[in-house]
């Protein structure tokens, strides 16, 4: 499988396991390869339907910033999808 296979398989995946959650700003964040066991790690990034804030009278009058959740989806070389893990926030 290569890295473009891994990451339409990765947001495909994360699209549907979300799918109940009407997800908004789906797309790749990161891409690592790993040797043992061979395969990807892709980072799908999305904003939920909660994750849309707004705060205060003034924030009416500005954009709109959702925050990003991330997720991690762990793809062998044949196209198994071994896991999916909440990656933390950077601080």
Sequence with gaps: MDVKEAVKTAIQHVTDLFELDTNSNVGLEEVEYTDHPAG???TVGFSR???HQRQGIGSALQPMQPKRQYRVVKILEDGEI???KIREQDA
Excluded: E, G, H, Q
């Design 82 to 84: 071994k896991s999916v």
């Design 40 to 42: 990807w790690y892709i």
């Design 49 to 51: 339907p909660w994750d």
